[in-house]
């Protein structure tokens, strides 16, 4: 199973701790997408990345391949399905390939909001672990 993650997931020590079994396959974008911070968290003090859809726009990440024993896990994490829907999406590769893989964003959208400078420096960690920075 290929997940494209956007948010914390991005720093590769944190997804481990997630879901050991998942392996970094390759950075992606995801089109007609953006990337927001909306809603609170108590953990991080602020908002939290989210997606929604946007023409034009293109959201940057990382693809994962986890095994299925790891999903029950990453669902649990991301408050699937009472907070986020699991939703398939096409990315792309540097190369063009468009590849199918799944990511969550929240149920209820609401106005963005600021994260706290500790949540965007694991979020840029992640975009740096992935040479997308």
């Keep these: 199973m290929l997940y494209f993650a956007y948010d914390t997931h991005l720093d590769r020590r944190l997804m481990t ?3 050991p079994t998942a392996k970094p396959r390759f950075s992606a974008s995801l089109p007609n997408f953006q990337l927001i911070f909306t809603g609170w968290s108590r953990e991080w003090r602020g908002a939290i990345a989210n997606i929604k859809r946007a023409g034009r726009e293109k959201v940057l990440g990382g693809v994962y391949e986890i095994d299925e024993s790891d999903l029950a896990k990453l669902d649990r994490e991301k408050g699937f399905p009472a907070i986020n829907d699991r939703i398939k ?17 929240l149920k209820q959208q609401s106005k963005a909001e600021k994260p706290s400078p500790e949540y965007l420096k694991v979020i840029q960690k992640g975009y740096i672990d992935w040479g997308l920075l």
């Excluded at 468009?98 to 990511?103: D, K």
């Design 17 to 19: 701790v997630c879901c």
């Design 89 to 105: 999406v096409i990315v792309f590769k540097d190369t063009g390939e468009a590849v199918e893989a799944f990511t969550y964003t």
